[in-house]
């Protein structure tokens, strides 16, 4: 019988993207082993390239749309279609690569062009939408992405306020009346990686609001705001939103999704490695072949390498990792990987390293050692690069 190997591996990231590794794996494999049958699986973890892992894994397309940025002026994003379901990266439109560094502020970007991308995928029939909510720009509570979806933020007088971070301690309703109707029909899975409350030493503003060009003073009245607000969410699902792990993610987006648009937050590899079946997939499978560019720590804290180790592990099929970098190796042999292999020349720099074409021969070379190590025997010599 002629054995079947899943190459699932996310991007390598600023060298190869995760359908090079994938594709690179697979040709060393055939060098050796040509009747086996490796079957490619682009994956991500629900952060940057998770839209194009997943279009290229369900055989979906990109569609550009014009929206709203984070601050004012508007922006070209793209998501994916595939059936019904489509695949948002919210930084396309509200990201912190969008605002140039001496412009960041947290007080004043929305997340307004997120509400515009979901519109552009309702019109186009999509009723299952994911959204991958990492790398915001905003500290919005998700308000600019309800306006645009239909709501309106009112303060205690019955004034609309703007969607960004200046209007969280101002908002006294939500009305929800012409929210677009067509997100009843919706189901809608968020890739959230943080567990991070609303509010709090923990939460929105103070973990992650510095980054977005806040200060101290900035901080202190985004967490105000966020607990004032979170107060109104809460009120509306009829549960504690605030202190749900994620509710802080994306500067609040997470709390809105929640509670206004019935999203279900999961850690991100789940949410794709749910959509595209890989239980299916991996089913009759000898070995999988997954990794990341560096393999450490927060490896372990449900990156891609440990979301596809506990769908092998299910199916009692052993996983074997590639990295550019490997660290922490005995605590990730530890949680189940049954061999880790660091594909990068100690002779080379960094940059020689990452270097594309570098780097995919590495790969050939590090899949043929698999090959022999963890599939038999070769049915024809092979000379190493």
Known sequence: MHPTIVVASDSMKGSLTSAQVAAAVSQG??????????????IADG????TEALVGAMNGYLKEVIVNGPLSGKVTAHYGISGDTA?????QAAGLELVPLELRNPMLTSTFGVGEMITDALNHGCRHIIICIGGSATNDGGMGMLQALGAKIL?????SLPGRGSSLSQVAKIKLDDLDPRLQECTIDVACDVDNPLYGPNGAAYVFAKQKGADHEMI????SGLRNYGSTLSDIAGQDISSMAGAGAAGGLGAALVAILHARLKPGI???????????IIEGAQLIITGEGHIDAQTLRGKAPIGVLRCGERAKIPVVAVAGQVDHMQELHKAGIAAIYPISDPSLSLA????QATAMSHLETTAVQIALQHLGSPTHSYKYK
């Open 29 to 42: 494999i055939k060098s050796v082993l040509p009747e086996a049958q490796v079957v490619q699986v682009p």
């Open 47 to 50: 952060g940057e390239g998770t």
């Open 87 to 91: 695949i948002i990266e919210m930084a």
């Open 155 to 159: 303060d205690s007088d019955g004034n």
């Open 220 to 223: 202190e009245a985004l967490d």
């Open 270 to 280: 789940d949410v794709v490695l749910d959509t595209i079946h890989f239980d299916s």
């Open 352 to 355: 020689e390293n990452m270097n």
